[in-house]
């Protein structure tokens, strides 16, 4: 596996991606309703490549298929993490999220977590300082706003 910088020709992969990791890996922990209003399917790719351009954002590659991707700003908000269904536990999370906490000049990391990636975030040493409802379209979505100081 390799891990390398973000390229705009990533940007519809990554979508699809987030789509199919959402509906699979978090259906243990959210509603098909749920994760209807979380992840679409008609994410608009503009504002995602914007976005994914501005921050930091890598992506993991094994034997060119996208198998995760992550992204963070240069305040320390570690905006999106997400590794595709078929590879997870494989610590290619832990690998980006090295990665991206490293990129950074900050005192902390700041995510806003799931309930599916609470566990992955407090064994990385964060903490959760506020549990929150998301409303999107009328639908609560459980998430946890979570801190690392870094060293």
């Known amino acids: 596996m390799t891990i390398r910088k973000y390229k705009p020709s990533d940007c519809e992969k990554l979508i699809k991606l987030f789509y199919q990791t959402v509906h699979t890996v978090n259906s243990a922990d959210y509603s098909p309703e749920q994760l209807d209003v979380w992840a679409t399917g008609s994410e608009n790719s503009d504002e995602w490549n914007k976005s994914l351009s501005e921050h930091y954002t890598v992506v993991a590659e094994e034997n060119n298929l996208i198998c995760g991707f992550g992204d ?12 595709h269904k078929d590879f997870q536990r494989r610590k290619i999370a832990s690998q980006i999220c090295d990665i991206l906490e490293n990129s950074v000049v900050s005192d902390k990391i700041t995510a806003h977590s799931s309930v599916t990636a609470k566990p992955f975030f407090l064994k990385r040493g964060y903490i959760v300082t506020k549990k929150k409802q998301v409303i999107r379209r009328g639908i609560a979505l459980t998430n946890y706003i979570m801190e690392k100081a870094m060293p």
């Open 72 to 83: 963070i700003d240069n305040t320390g908000y570690l905006d999106r993490l997400f590794v």
